[in-house]
């Protein structure tokens, strides 16, 4: 999303618009009303007596409801129209907007209001994401048609048994064509005019006896989501803190946490999506990764999330879906292509990561809940995701997790969590051949045996089995460092190719491997220098790809970008061994530039040195708000705290980067009921 688009959701809608309240989009531009990954708006103007409408400012209220003030015609030094204009806007079930136009002037004021609506009812991947190449050769197939009648205008699509409709209500009277509505009035002196819109989705066919689709509506209250929203905050930890900028990105981060809840398919709990405005949705790895750094704060989200990837976990052969018996889910969709199997997105398992991350998920709740049920719930889930590991992830046979291009035309290249084209390569730029297997993947395959370990032998009553885990952790760890460690470079191998080719860029997947724990001891010193090296750290961040690399593009998405989600996972690897200095260093960094986005870290900023910039530079399409970078302030909170779950108690060994004073977490949730922890920086000894 750019930065002058404003969004707002509840659940599985959301606007998208300028910041006037327009939405108008350009080619690939994601501007509309989506709801189930299929956008239901794709025109929303308003123009008074022919003339565009200027925004003075916008009021972020909540997260399902803005309110934007504008006066007609273009902007100029000097505003004197003696029209202004409100819009009101909120979603709560579906998308309300009350537009209200006040007579400042001396004169009544004859005044014509136009709405231009269309809906063209696109899937939300086939509009042009960053990395993703433009399928723009898919078109839709089935039948666009329209119905007005008393105050409202329902635009539909039909295509077989898939339905899709799109009503519009207004409370005043209207001229209403296939194209909007126009209104015509006259607003006294010093007087008003307002209406009230209403826009529904509607999946029902075009022949349902209520065509104003009100039974659509899910009948909730902005009092309502406003009381939720207050609930949510306050059963997260209360953080007290001398560093404001840390202060509000945690209060925005909870917020977006809430955002961005989708229900359960056992209507129990929330899960996080993945983000705005491509991945309102399942994605398996982000729904993972978020849970993993929401879990001192709001654990929760962790079991839906567990609970809802074991419900679709693979359980046969599927080529066209990469299905197989035991591997995790990566992305679900219910859009038009998924529906009609034109895309394998209904269900897709084209990841490589997810399976062991699962695992990694699974032990990690439990230390932070107590909760063994989960764990006896989940064994045949988790013992059929390790399996998957050994039986169909090692494509060569050499113990590595590999992964295959994709089957299915238009999916990411590649299937670890860099996943576009270019972002596994060569320092000098040649892209390595198939399969792959890269380096922070077989980190956390070690991490997950270890897990898994853990939970047979204390919750499955297995013990022989963890011993086999255990040891093949230990000779994947041996065999890692023999295979990916180049000692020419001082750093391990971004990936492998089939033939044992160590592909030798220089990226931030490095950090990933300490959070895993796979480094020898011996090793990690050197992994620490090089991610807070210059190459890497540019001031504001471990970029994805190192400066000098030959594919190295500050601007590029995974080659040279700053990831605050990757940075959390760094953090907390050199935290884990023991590199504090450093960690504070990248969190107290990222807690710098989320003052420049409001406290809401993006996915994604440039990756330009910070003395050549006064601020972190936006990334031109970066999704906002997304779910692990609203998680990686969390995640970075808890590495300089030095928060841990251990025997069911809570444990606190600050170390707190100068500048952000003394921070108290209170009330963090656990087995021990709440604890509170605390720090103080201390400024003897200045980071660099």
């Known amino acids: 999303m750019h930065a002058n688009q404003i969004s707002i959701l509840e659940g599985l809608t959301y606007i998208v618009s300028e910041r006037n309240g327009d939405v108008a989009p350009a080619p690939g531009e994601p501007a509309g009303l989506y709801f189930l ?63 209200s136009i ?39 197939k089935g039948r666009f048609d329209h119905q ?42 010093q007087g008003s005019w ?16 209520d065509v104003h689709g009100k039974d659509a509506l899910i009948r909730r209250t902005k009092e309502g989501m406003r009381e939720e929203l207050d609930r949510w905050i306050a059963q997260a930890p209360r953080l007290e803190c001398d560093f404001d900028p840390l202060t509000e990105a945690y209060q925005r981060s909870l917020v977006d946490l809430a955002a961005l809840r989708l229900p359960g398919f056992d209507a129990s709990g929330w899960y996080p999506a993945a983000g705005l405005p491509w991945l309102n949705t399942i994605v398996g790895r982000q729904n993972i990764i978020t849970s993993i750094q929401s879990l001192p704060y709001l654990p929760e989200l962790a079991a839906t999330t567990l609970r809802t990837l074991a419900t679709f976990q693979g359980t046969k052969l599927d080529d066209f879906r990469e299905e197989q018996p035991g591997k995790i889910l990566h992305l679900t969709r219910w859009n038009e292509a998924a529906a009609f199997q034109e895309t394998p997105n209904a269900r897709y398992f084209g990841s490589v990561d997810s399976t062991p991350l699962f695992v990694v998920l699974l032990d990690e709740y439990e230390r932070w809940t107590g909760d063994a049920a989960v764990v006896r ?55 390595p051949g198939f399969p792959r297997a890269t380096c922070e993947v077989q980190g956390y395959v070690y991490d997950a045996k270890m897990r898994g370990a853990r939970l047979a032998r204390t919750f499955w009553g297995d013990p022989g089995y963890a011993d086999r885990l255990e040891q093949q952790a230990g000779e994947l760890r041996d065999r890692f460092d023999r295979d990916f460690w180049m000692p020419d470079r001082g750093y391990y191998a971004l990936a492998l190719e089939a033939d044992g080719s160590q592909v030798d860029a220089l990226a931030s997947n490095l950090g990933h491997l300490l959070w895993s724990g796979i480094v020898d001891q011996n090793r990690a010193q050197a992994v620490a220098d090089h991610l807070l090296g210059p190459r890497l750290f540019s001031g504001w961040g471990v970029r994805t790809l190192a400066a000098g690399e030959a594919k190295h593009n500050p601007v590029g998405y995974h080659v040279g970008a700053v990831w605050p989600y990757d940075n959390s996972i760094i953090a907390e690897g050199l935290r884990r061994y023991g590199f ?55 995640s970075l909170l808890r590495t300089v705290l030095g928060l841990d779950a251990h025997g069911g108690h809570l444990v606190v060994n600050a170390a707190l980067p100068p500048g952000l004073g003394q921070i108290a977490l209170l009330r963090v949730p656990g087995p021990w009921g709440t604890a509170d922890a605390l720090g103080r920086a201390s400024t003897s000894r200045p980071y660099p």
């Open 194 to 209: 307002s209406t009230q819109l209403q826009v529904v989705t509607d999946l029902r066919p075009p022949d349902a006896e």
């Open 580 to 634: 504090a200095k450093e960690a504070g260093t990248i969190a107290m960094a990222m807690f710098e530039a989320a003052r420049y986005f409001q406290g809401r870290l993006p996915e994604a900023f440039t990756g330009y040195d910070r003395e050549l910039t006064m601020a972190p530079v936006r990334y031109p399409t970066a999704t906002s708000p997304q779910g692990w970078s609203a998680g990686a302030v969390l």
């Open 37 to 99: 990954d299929t956008r239901f708006l794709s025109k929303w103007i308003v123009t008074i007596n022919g003339e565009r409408l200027t925004p003075l400012s916008v009021d972020d209220l909540q997260y399902f409801e803005a309110k934007f003030f504008l006066v007609p015609g273009e902007p100029t030094h000097y505003v004197s129209s003696s029209l202004s204009v409100m819009r009101h806007r909120s979603i709560v079930g579906g998308l309300a907007e009350k537009l």
């Open 148 to 189: 007005i009648g008393d105050r409202y205008l329902r635009l539909f699509y039909v295509r077989e048994n898939f339905h899709r409709a799109t009503v519009i209500q207004t409370s005043e009277a209207a001229e209403i064509d296939q194209d909007g509505m126009t209104f015509t009035v006259r607003i006294p002196s």
């Open 377 to 431: 719930e989940l064994e045949k889930e988790a013992r059929a995701a390790l399996r998957w590991i050994d039986e169909w992830g090692d494509l060569v046979g050499d113990g590595y997790l590999w992964y295959q291009p994709p089957r299915a035309a238009g999916e990411q290249p590649n299937q670890s969590w860099k996943e576009s084209e270019l972002a596994i390569c060569y320092a000098d730029g040649r892209l």
């Open 102 to 140: 006040l007579n400042s002037g001396e004169e009544p004021a004859e005044v014509t209001i136009r709405l231009e609506v269309a809906s063209d009812f696109v899937d939300v991947d086939m509009i042009s994401q960053p990395g993703v190449p433009d399928d723009s050769k898919r078109v839709k």
